[in-house]
């Protein structure tokens, strides 16, 4: 039953992702696309800063563009897909340290969330800010548990993926590191 019921969720997270990405930018992602992605590195790293540029999102938009063509799906890409396997991460540590009612509460929340379906299509960097958060608090608390080095290396990746998303992770990531 846990597994049917992991595959019924995991695909409904999945579709209600993916359904709609072709549809078109709207105004904040119009502004991310033509302030940062159409201008390329030099601009994303070094141009004026608008909460827009979410860097990390913006260069890999960019290089996708560069190699796919740009569509609205490419943009889209570097959120969505992040978003799940942050999803996939945390259901999959729930179930073993915690159990496996916690993993399927967690992925029925991550699925039927509004906001979370609202924010993670977007050509924005809401999905790696999600990926970056949930190997975050994964590998501190399996660091916490074991002390393995590679968790702590695991964390401060998180950390620089979600810094360099969002500079505002930093805030969270440093103050938390201290705790």
Known sequence: LTWATYAVLGSILCWTRVVG????LWLDEIITVENYVRAGPHVILTGPYLPNNHELFSLLAWITSRATGESEIALRFWSVVPFVAGVALVTAW??????????VFFLFLATGSPLLLDITRQA????????AMSIVVVAALEADRSGRRSWIVALFAGGIVGMWTLPN???AFLIGRKQ
């Open 21 to 24: 990405l072709d549809r078109s």
């Open 94 to 103: 729930l179930h073993m340290r915690v159990g496996p009612l916690s993993g």
């Open 124 to 131: 924005r960097g809401y999905g790696l800010a999600f990926l």
């Open 169 to 171: 992770f930093a805030i």
